[in-house]
């Protein structure tokens, strides 16, 4: 229930920010967020691309600087899990340093995690911005283009690399990049997906071959060629 209603808030600030900052009218704003969420991964990226202006900071600050960060309670399971993971760790998301940041505060996650690659990371600022910010696409999940990117920056080896995400369309992009990939929060499989997993908590169950350490002994799985030297890209 609380995840709904954070995406329900979300939504809810969203159609504020679409109102009361880009002027864009009411009946057109619901069909509009899904149509380019659909279109180009996030409403704010296909925002940017059909040329509205506005600040990157300003909307991160009014949509996901005002979520409700207060239901979010430490994960102590989940942190000793992850620490207890031998894999590099690392964090991609769409959204800005700052929420991320916040996010893993809240869960109690802080130092789990060797980097996050977020939306500066994908996105840093140029010369250009004032003059093309607005018919240049914004990099982000689930194009397969930023997944390569996030190989680059990280200097990943995709075949040695799992994926974790609960987007189906993130899943598909992730395969795409040759990714191993496991969806979260789901008992069934998605295109793309090599595992499902229903609860983040049951990972260690589920993939006990990731904490096969580096001189340990090979493990027989769907993810064995992630077993050793392997990157947790979350």
């Known amino acids: 229930m ?4 954070a995406g329900a808030k979300f939504d809810c600030l969203l159609f504020e920010y679409m109102l009361n900052k880009l002027h864009i009218e009411e009946s057109q704003v619901p069909k509009m967020c899904l149509d380019l969420y659909k279109e180009h991964g996030t409403t704010m990226a296909g925002l940017k691309v059909s040329g509205y202006d506005f600040d990157y900071d300003d909307f991160h600050a009014c949509v996901l600087g005002r979520l409700p960060y207060e239901k ?3 994960d102590p399971v989940l ?6 993971l031998p894999q590099r760790k690392i964090i991609f998301t769409n959204s800005e340093k700052t929420h991320a ?5 809240k ?14 990371t994908l996105n840093p600022p140029t010369e250009q911005d004032d003059i093309d910010s607005g018919r240049r696409g ?3 999940k689930p194009s397969v283009e930023s997944m390569e990117a996030v190989i680059e920056i990280a200097k990943l080896d995709a075949e040695r690399t799992v994926f974790f995400d609960d987007s189906a369309r993130n899943i ?3 395969k795409a990049a040759g990714f191993h990939t496991v969806v ?4 069934s499989l998605v295109p793309g997906a090599d595992v499902a997993l229903e609860s983040i908590h049951n990972i260690k169950e589920a993939l006990p071959e990731l904490w096969v350490e580096a001189d340990g002994e090979h493990v027989d799985a769907v993810l064995r060629a992630a077993a050793v030297e392997t990157t947790v890209l979350a």
């Open 138 to 140: 914004i990099l982000c």
């Open 72 to 74: 979010l309670k430490p």
């Open 79 to 84: 942190r000793q899990l992850l620490n207890s």
């Open 101 to 105: 940041a916040t996010v893993l505060k």
């Open 2 to 5: 609380e995840s709904y209603t």
């Open 184 to 187: 979260v929060g789901s008992s």
């Open 172 to 174: 598909a992009a992730g």
């Open 107 to 120: 869960l109690g996650l802080e130092g789990c995690f060797d980097a996050i690659i977020c939306f500066e």
